[in-house]
């Protein structure tokens, strides 16, 4: 967990990035969130890059914690200060076919990931709304502009070609501009299934693994912010006997 945040900051954007803590205190237990924002001395390569915000949990002792699948769930649903907000999942995968088998680097990612960016595919496009639905289209990826040019000779008629990721046939749908996502080293991107039932700890109250990313509305400040996700926050653990609140931190930590 610590190694991916700590892989995350490794584009020059964020290693510059101001953090603004908020303490949660909720009877005996306590939460504690972390936002941070781009306000930068280098800032990020994105449009609007000062809206941008990384939302993460932290345990009682201060250490990150990546965002559990019903946290960011009801983040989504009720913050009204955000222009979008999605997850992802970091991942990996060997490519096969067509070329010596590698090993990539890559993102599974909720609904809005390229919104909350203001990414726009240089080929193809975005994910279709219902990929990221059990039962949906999910064997689709978008590749990055390196994959594209090291693995598929910069081939305009890429879209609607196959790339097999550990065995598995996916359909390119997209591929991206050069250097247009945080991390350089990230290959590709497959639509995030918050409900797949084969992948249940995405849904599991007690298991963080989402990194969470969001775009705040023109105008809005972090401190607007963290007031904000500090109210849904609490109304939301509210609704949980004290004995088995499932979304602070590690009751051990």
């Not at 900051?9 to 936002?35: D, E, R």
């Not at 559990?68 to 490519?95: C, V």
């Not at 689709?140 to 598995?168: C, E, K, M, Y």
């Amino acid at each position: 967990m610590n190694h991916t945040l700590r892989s995350l900051t490794k584009s020059p954007g964020f290693t510059a990035a101001a953090v603004l803590t908020l303490a949660l205190g909720i009877g005996a237990n306590t939460a504690i969130f972390t936002i941070v924002n781009s306000v930068l001395l280098r800032p990020l390569p994105f449009p609007d890059s000062e809206q941008l915000v990384q939302i993460w949990q932290k345990t009682p002792k201060g250490e990150p914690l990546m965002a559990r699948g019903p946290n960011f769930k009801y983040w989504r649903d009720e913050a009204t200060l955000l222009d979008g907000i999605a997850a992802l999942d970091p991942q990996s995968a060997t490519a096969t076919g067509g070329g010596e088998p590698e090993r990539l680097q890559g993102y599974e990612v909720s609904a809005s990931y390229l919104q909350v960016f203001r990414i726009h595919p240089l080929l193809g496009a975005d994910f279709p709304a219902d990929a990221y639905r059990v039962g949906g289209p999910n064997r689709l990826v978008i590749i990055s502009h390196a994959l594209w040019q090291s693995r598929f000779g910069g081939d305009p008629t890429v879209v609607n070609r196959p790339l097999r990721l550990d065995g598995i046939d996916y359909t390119i749908v997209g591929v991206l501009p050069p250097h247009a996502l945080p991390r350089n080293d990230v290959a590709f991107l497959r639509p995030l299934v918050l409900e797949d039932p084969a992948k249940a700890w995405h849904m599991d109250p007690m298991s963080p693994w989402a990194v969470v990313v969001a775009r705040m509305k023109p105008g809005v400040t972090p401190a607007q912010l963290s007031a904000e996700m500090s109210r849904i926050h609490t109304n939301h653990l509210a609704q949980f006997p004290a004995p088995a609140r499932p979304f602070v931190g590690d009751p051990d930590a």
